[in-house]
């Protein structure tokens, strides 16, 4: 028994060595393809449910790899953030996104916030504020054309550090945006004290909204709960007429979906700005 009991030890051992072993390797790949310049950030339009207007645009990374081709952060974000690459790669994001929002200024176009996820590993870093306040200066774009895109859950580890974060942020002139919200850790018994300006509800509230009514309850009750606070919301993953229109009526203040445009690399996306039609919402 004794000898049995060995071996499998041995055998869990080696898997957790082989696992350990392969996040190393993933985390030498993620390190690699950050000084191979393999990342790449896409924009997606966010719309103006009154005006029609694009009024933001959401950075989310790409990776083109060499061999695999592109690579969906879905796949690899989660995994670098079981590292510290997530930090450099957030900070990459960052810096990108405010040089690009910038050089869209200096090249005419409306002005309009960029948004950038932030993961909740970064959001608990103490550079946090040191980084983006380089990154600003570097780029000489204004805060508050930075929004930054975070998760309820990222206020799961520290509440308090949390809020005290975004208040940092927020005296800086950066807006905050909470994503993904209702999915995960419910942060709404804390709401009233985040110095938020907008919410994003998830695309699966919005996925059949206009035959699901319980969902559409719930999007109902979280527009109402929003404007209450004089938060904003923002719909995500917008992708028939009817889900544009339902949203409309419910009086939802951004939209952003499949509906008006894919993610689009540069420069797709500052073509699709110049000739983005206003009136093709209503
Ligand atoms: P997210 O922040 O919730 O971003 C929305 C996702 O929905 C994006 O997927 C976007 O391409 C996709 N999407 C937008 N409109 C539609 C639609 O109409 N239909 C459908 N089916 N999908 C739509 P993406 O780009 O694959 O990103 C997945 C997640 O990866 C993001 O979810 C975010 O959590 C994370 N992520 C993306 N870029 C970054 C980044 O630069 N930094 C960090 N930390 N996370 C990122
Ligand atoms: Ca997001
Ligand atoms: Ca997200
Ligand atoms: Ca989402």
């Known amino acids: 028994a004794k000898e049995q009991g ?11 060595e082989n696992q350990r072993e392969e996040n190393m390797r993933l985390e030498n790949e993620l390190k ?3 000084l191979e310049e393999q990342f790449k950030l896409y924009y997606q339009p966010k719309i103006d449910a009154i005006t029609g207007e694009i009024i933001g645009a959401e950075a ?21 953030e079981n590292s510290g690459v997530i930090l450099d790669i957030d900070e990459w994001v960052l810096e990108e996104a405010c040089r690009q929002n910038r050089s869209w200024q200096l090249q005419g176009m409306p002005h309009f916030p960029v948004a950038v996820n932030i993961s909740a590993r970064h959001f608990y870093q103490s550079n946090l504020i040191p980084t983006i306040t380089r990154i600003l200066e570097e780029t000489g774009l204004e805060p508050r054309y930075l929004l930054l895109e975070i998760t309820e859950g990222t206020l799961i580890k520290n509440v308090e550090y949390g809020v005290r974060m975004m208040e940092d942020l927020r005296a800086m002139g950066i807006h905050i945006s909470m994503d993904d919200f209702g999915t995960g850790y419910s942060s709404l018994s ?9 919410m994003k509800l998830d695309r699966s509230f919005i996925q059949g909204i206009t035959q699901d009514s319980r969902k559409s309850s719930i999007v109902r009750a979280v527009i109402e709960l929003g404007h209450h606070m004089d938060l904003r919301i923002v719909a995500e993953g917008i992708e028939s007429p009817e889900e544009l229109k339902y949203l409309t009526k419910l009086e939802c203040d951004q939209l952003q979906g499949y509906l008006f445009s894919k993610p689009l690399p540069e420069p797709k996306f500052t073509r699709f700005v110049l000739e983005w039609d206003s009136t093709t919402i209503n």
């Not at 060995?6 to 957790?16: E, M």
């Not at 804390?190 to 907008?198: F, T």
């Open 6 to 16: 060995d071996g499998l030890y041995h055998f869990y051992d080696s898997l957790i």
């Open 32 to 34: 690699n393809a950050l």
């Open 60 to 80: 989310l990374i790409r990776w083109l790899h060499p061999e695999h081709g592109m690579v969906s952060p879905a796949k690899f974000i989660p995994l670098a």
């Open 190 to 198: 804390q709401l009233d004290r985040l110095p938020i300006s907008e």
